[in-house]
């Protein structure tokens, strides 16, 4: 495992390694000017080979979930492994945060390339992919996401990055504190096998977040999807977009830091890190739930088997995705 850096004027430094592409940390200042590691990680590869968690992982050839590891595909089932029950999770067993991808630096924005073959987790087509990481001066993480193929075949791709603003790692580490603003107002319902079932109204919910909520305050609430996954695990819902806009924004009050989330995707996954209890933490510690939270962007839950998706990669066609991270302080 080798690790490249990005570095940039204000003494931001964020480090990805060649194993899944993985954001393995992203240290920044918080209003006292202090640095900090901003992102929950492990200590050594084999940690990372070895978790559940998807820890700051490139998530591919499919991002999130397909129900009964199967889809049709112009008149033909296809299945896939099902690696979280009957389901299909996150690429699978060996999904691409699993892989060892090949870096490369081209005037100062890191290229990693990755080769999907055909067959992989069940999937049809070679896919290649490519993600490019670039680090601005104003504190902006650029992510951007091309993939082709000679087959037809479903793709969704997204960042697994545990973001923790307070810089806390280890067993103090919390989210409760922070404060989520979610810029769209349905969400997907979800089944007990974490599954869209229905478009739902956020408005004066548990999900409303169009205005900042504290974390802890919301995780409190008595609800029926709450309980389901344990916390926070759904796809919110936008329009499509043809360039990065606003999606979300997370505040830590503590520290000062706050992330802004920008992306052309049409689907935003809030996860609170409901299943980190136990997990391996940076310095032989152990996490605890809610420990941290990701923001990924990426297509729907599902997508490849709901009507009038955009799940399908064609031969001579481009996938793209753009997502923009900006961390500053206030």
Known sequence: MHLHTLRNASGMRVDISDLGATLVSWHAPDRAGHLDDVLLGHDTPAEYLDSTAFMGGIIGRWANRIRDARYVLDGLTHEVEANEGANHLHGGSAGFHRQMWRAEHVDGVLVMHLRSPAGAAGFPGNLDVTVRYALADDGTLSLDYEARTDAPTPVNLTNHAYFNLSGEQGEDAS????????????FFAIDAGSIPVAREDATNTAFDC????????????????????GGFDHCYIFDDAKAPRAVASL??????????????????????????EGVAARGGARYRKHAGLCLEAGGFPNEINMDGGHAVLRPGEVYRQRTRYTLRVR
């Open 175 to 186: 989210v409760r504190d922070h404060r989520i603003t979610i810029h769209a107002r349905e």
């Open 210 to 229: 169009h205005t900042p909520q504290t974390i802890g305050e919301r995780l409190a609430l008595s609800n029926e999807q709450l309980k389901l996954a």
């Open 251 to 276: 505040f830590d009050p503590s520290s000062g830091r706050e992330l802004l989330v920008a992306s052309d995707a049409h689907g935003l996954q809030f996860y609170t890190g409901n299943h980190l």
